[in-house]
T-cell receptor
Framework: DAGITQSPRHKVTETGTPVTLRCHQT?????MYWYRQDPGHGLRLIHY???????DKGEVSDGYSVSRSKTEDFLLTLESATSSQTSVYFC????????FGPGTRLTVL | AQRVTQPEKLLSVFKGAPVELKCNYS??????LFWYVQYSRQRLQLLLR??SRESIKGFTADLNKGETSFHLKKPFAQEEDSAMYYC?????????FGTGTRLTVIP
Protein backbone atom coordinates (compact mmCIF):
# COMPACT_ATOMS: atom_id res chain seq x y z
CA ASP A 1 0.00 0.00 0.00
CA ALA A 2 2.75 2.48 0.85
CA GLY A 3 3.95 2.27 -2.75
CA ILE A 4 1.24 4.63 -3.98
CA THR A 5 0.49 7.87 -2.22
CA GLN A 6 -1.80 10.77 -3.04
CA SER A 7 -1.73 14.37 -1.92
CA PRO A 8 -3.61 16.13 -0.61
CA ARG A 9 -5.94 13.61 0.98
CA HIS A 10 -8.69 16.17 1.47
CA LYS A 11 -9.30 19.49 -0.19
CA VAL A 12 -12.06 22.06 -0.17
CA THR A 13 -11.96 24.70 -2.84
CA GLU A 14 -14.18 27.22 -4.53
CA THR A 15 -15.72 27.14 -7.97
CA GLY A 16 -13.42 28.57 -10.61
CA THR A 17 -10.14 27.92 -8.83
CA PRO A 18 -7.46 25.63 -10.25
CA VAL A 19 -6.67 22.45 -8.32
CA THR A 20 -3.83 19.99 -8.73
CA LEU A 21 -3.80 16.52 -7.23
CA ARG A 22 -0.61 14.51 -7.03
CA CYS A 23 -0.02 10.79 -7.25
CA HIS A 24 3.36 9.35 -6.37
CA GLN A 25 4.46 5.76 -6.83
CA THR A 26 7.55 3.83 -5.86
CA UNK A 27 6.60 0.71 -7.82
CA UNK A 28 8.24 1.80 -11.08
CA UNK A 29 5.04 0.96 -12.95
CA UNK A 30 4.82 2.26 -16.46
CA UNK A 31 1.05 2.81 -16.43
CA MET A 32 -0.71 5.25 -14.12
CA TYR A 33 -4.37 6.18 -13.97
CA TRP A 34 -6.72 8.74 -12.48
CA TYR A 35 -10.27 7.73 -11.62
CA ARG A 36 -13.15 9.47 -9.96
CA GLN A 37 -15.54 7.60 -7.72
CA ASP A 38 -19.14 8.74 -7.47
CA PRO A 39 -22.21 7.03 -6.01
CA GLY A 40 -24.15 5.23 -8.71
CA HIS A 41 -21.29 5.54 -11.20
CA GLY A 42 -18.59 3.41 -9.68
CA LEU A 43 -15.09 4.30 -10.83
CA ARG A 44 -14.68 6.18 -14.06
CA LEU A 45 -11.39 6.70 -15.81
CA ILE A 46 -10.37 10.34 -16.28
CA HIS A 47 -6.94 10.09 -17.87
CA TYR A 48 -4.13 7.62 -17.93
CA UNK A 49 -0.45 7.58 -18.74
CA UNK A 50 1.56 4.88 -20.47
CA UNK A 51 4.93 6.47 -19.92
CA UNK A 52 6.71 9.72 -19.18
CA UNK A 53 4.99 12.48 -21.15
CA UNK A 54 2.63 9.94 -22.72
CA UNK A 55 -0.98 10.39 -21.68
CA ASP A 56 -4.41 9.71 -23.06
CA LYS A 57 -8.02 10.52 -22.25
CA GLY A 58 -10.41 8.31 -20.42
CA GLU A 59 -14.16 8.21 -20.22
CA VAL A 60 -14.67 11.50 -18.32
CA SER A 61 -11.73 13.72 -19.30
CA ASP A 62 -13.55 17.02 -19.90
CA GLY A 63 -12.38 19.69 -17.47
CA TYR A 64 -9.26 17.75 -16.46
CA SER A 65 -5.68 17.70 -17.64
CA VAL A 66 -2.74 15.57 -16.58
CA SER A 67 1.02 15.63 -16.71
CA ARG A 68 3.71 13.07 -16.15
CA SER A 69 7.24 14.46 -16.17
CA LYS A 70 8.78 11.46 -14.43
CA THR A 71 7.85 7.86 -13.84
CA GLU A 72 6.99 8.33 -10.18
CA ASP A 73 4.56 11.24 -10.44
CA PHE A 74 1.25 11.72 -12.20
CA LEU A 75 -0.55 15.03 -11.69
CA LEU A 76 -4.23 15.69 -12.24
CA THR A 77 -5.28 19.32 -12.74
CA LEU A 78 -8.72 20.81 -12.67
CA GLU A 79 -8.20 24.00 -14.63
CA SER A 80 -11.29 25.72 -13.22
CA ALA A 81 -13.05 23.59 -10.63
CA THR A 82 -16.82 23.16 -10.79
CA SER A 83 -19.24 21.71 -8.28
CA SER A 84 -19.75 18.68 -10.55
CA GLN A 85 -16.12 17.80 -9.91
CA THR A 86 -16.78 17.21 -6.24
CA SER A 87 -15.76 13.59 -5.90
CA VAL A 88 -13.25 11.14 -4.54
CA TYR A 89 -10.25 10.80 -6.83
CA PHE A 90 -8.18 7.66 -6.97
CA CYS A 91 -4.83 7.16 -8.55
CA UNK A 92 -3.80 3.69 -9.67
CA UNK A 93 -0.77 2.05 -11.21
CA UNK A 94 -0.17 -1.20 -13.02
CA UNK A 95 -1.74 -2.60 -16.13
CA UNK A 96 -4.46 -5.21 -16.37
CA UNK A 97 -4.12 -5.61 -12.60
CA UNK A 98 -4.12 -2.25 -10.88
CA UNK A 99 -3.02 -1.01 -7.48
CA PHE A 100 -4.77 1.94 -5.94
CA GLY A 101 -3.81 4.91 -3.86
CA PRO A 102 -5.74 5.97 -0.76
CA GLY A 103 -7.86 8.55 -2.55
CA THR A 104 -8.34 12.32 -2.39
CA ARG A 105 -11.67 13.72 -1.31
CA LEU A 106 -12.29 16.97 -3.19
CA THR A 107 -15.15 19.31 -2.42
CA VAL A 108 -15.86 22.21 -4.75
CA LEU A 109 -18.12 24.83 -3.19
CA ALA B 1 -17.89 -1.84 -26.57
CA GLN B 2 -16.74 -2.96 -23.16
CA ARG B 3 -19.27 -2.80 -20.39
CA VAL B 4 -19.61 -4.19 -16.89
CA THR B 5 -22.99 -4.43 -15.22
CA GLN B 6 -23.57 -4.98 -11.54
CA PRO B 7 -27.35 -5.03 -11.19
CA GLU B 8 -27.50 -4.72 -7.40
CA LYS B 9 -26.46 -1.46 -5.78
CA LEU B 10 -27.16 -2.81 -2.30
CA LEU B 11 -27.19 -6.35 -0.97
CA SER B 12 -27.86 -7.42 2.60
CA VAL B 13 -27.43 -10.92 3.94
CA PHE B 14 -27.33 -12.45 7.38
CA LYS B 15 -24.10 -13.73 8.85
CA GLY B 16 -23.59 -17.34 7.86
CA ALA B 17 -25.84 -17.12 4.82
CA PRO B 18 -24.55 -17.62 1.28
CA VAL B 19 -23.84 -14.52 -0.75
CA GLU B 20 -23.67 -13.95 -4.48
CA LEU B 21 -22.75 -10.64 -6.08
CA LYS B 22 -23.69 -10.52 -9.73
CA CYS B 23 -21.53 -9.24 -12.56
CA ASN B 24 -22.23 -9.37 -16.26
CA TYR B 25 -19.97 -8.09 -18.96
CA SER B 26 -19.86 -7.36 -22.66
CA UNK B 27 -16.57 -7.63 -24.52
CA UNK B 28 -15.72 -8.68 -28.02
CA UNK B 29 -12.45 -10.38 -27.24
CA UNK B 30 -11.23 -12.80 -24.59
CA UNK B 31 -12.08 -11.14 -21.29
CA UNK B 32 -9.91 -10.76 -18.24
CA LEU B 33 -12.07 -10.10 -15.20
CA PHE B 34 -11.43 -9.00 -11.66
CA TRP B 35 -13.21 -8.36 -8.40
CA TYR B 36 -12.00 -5.44 -6.30
CA VAL B 37 -13.13 -4.72 -2.76
CA GLN B 38 -13.16 -1.48 -0.79
CA TYR B 39 -13.56 -1.77 2.96
CA SER B 40 -14.70 1.25 4.91
CA ARG B 41 -12.13 4.07 4.74
CA GLN B 42 -9.65 1.92 2.86
CA ARG B 43 -8.35 1.92 -0.66
CA LEU B 44 -9.54 -0.46 -3.33
CA GLN B 45 -7.73 -3.74 -3.35
CA LEU B 46 -7.78 -6.71 -5.63
CA LEU B 47 -9.86 -9.59 -4.34
CA LEU B 48 -9.86 -12.02 -7.25
CA ARG B 49 -8.81 -12.34 -10.86
CA UNK B 50 -10.40 -15.03 -12.96
CA UNK B 51 -7.21 -16.37 -14.49
CA SER B 52 -5.75 -17.27 -11.11
CA ARG B 53 -8.81 -19.33 -10.12
CA GLU B 54 -7.97 -18.71 -6.46
CA SER B 55 -10.24 -18.58 -3.45
CA ILE B 56 -9.54 -15.46 -1.41
CA LYS B 57 -11.19 -14.93 1.99
CA GLY B 58 -13.59 -17.71 1.03
CA PHE B 59 -14.76 -15.95 -2.13
CA THR B 60 -14.74 -17.59 -5.53
CA ALA B 61 -15.78 -16.40 -8.95
CA ASP B 62 -16.17 -18.40 -12.11
CA LEU B 63 -16.10 -16.94 -15.55
CA ASN B 64 -19.10 -18.12 -17.59
CA LYS B 65 -18.49 -17.08 -21.15
CA GLY B 66 -21.84 -18.43 -22.33
CA GLU B 67 -23.73 -16.20 -19.91
CA THR B 68 -21.03 -13.48 -19.98
CA SER B 69 -21.02 -13.50 -16.20
CA PHE B 70 -18.44 -13.42 -13.42
CA HIS B 71 -20.48 -13.68 -10.25
CA LEU B 72 -18.75 -13.54 -6.86
CA LYS B 73 -19.80 -16.15 -4.33
CA LYS B 74 -19.16 -17.08 -0.75
CA PRO B 75 -20.95 -19.93 1.02
CA PHE B 76 -21.01 -18.36 4.50
CA ALA B 77 -20.92 -14.57 4.82
CA GLN B 78 -18.99 -12.98 7.69
CA GLU B 79 -19.47 -9.53 9.20
CA GLU B 80 -16.03 -8.48 7.98
CA ASP B 81 -17.19 -9.06 4.41
CA SER B 82 -19.28 -5.88 4.59
CA ALA B 83 -17.76 -3.64 1.95
CA MET B 84 -18.14 -2.20 -1.53
CA TYR B 85 -17.42 -4.69 -4.29
CA TYR B 86 -16.52 -3.76 -7.85
CA CYS B 87 -16.35 -6.05 -10.83
CA UNK B 88 -13.86 -4.94 -13.47
CA UNK B 89 -13.02 -5.91 -17.02
CA UNK B 90 -9.58 -5.43 -18.45
CA UNK B 91 -9.25 -3.70 -21.80
CA UNK B 92 -6.06 -2.55 -23.47
CA UNK B 93 -4.19 -1.66 -20.26
CA UNK B 94 -7.32 -0.09 -18.84
CA UNK B 95 -9.93 -1.36 -16.45
CA UNK B 96 -13.65 -0.88 -16.92
CA PHE B 97 -15.51 -0.93 -13.64
CA GLY B 98 -19.08 -1.72 -12.80
CA THR B 99 -21.03 0.64 -10.59
CA GLY B 100 -20.40 -1.49 -7.52
CA THR B 101 -22.47 -3.43 -5.00
CA ARG B 102 -22.47 -2.50 -1.34
CA LEU B 103 -22.67 -5.68 0.70
CA THR B 104 -23.89 -5.53 4.27
CA VAL B 105 -23.65 -8.61 6.43
CA ILE B 106 -26.15 -8.47 9.26
CA PRO B 107 -24.99 -10.03 12.54
Amino acid sequence: DAGITQSPRHKVTETGTPVTLRCHQTENHRYMYWYRQDPGHGLRLIHYSYGVKDTDKGEVSDGYSVSRSKTEDFLLTLESATSSQTSVYFCATGGSEQFFGPGTRLTVL
Amino acid sequence: AQRVTQPEKLLSVFKGAPVELKCNYSYSGSPELFWYVQYSRQRLQLLLRHISRESIKGFTADLNKGETSFHLKKPFAQEEDSAMYYCALSGANNLFFGTGTRLTVIP
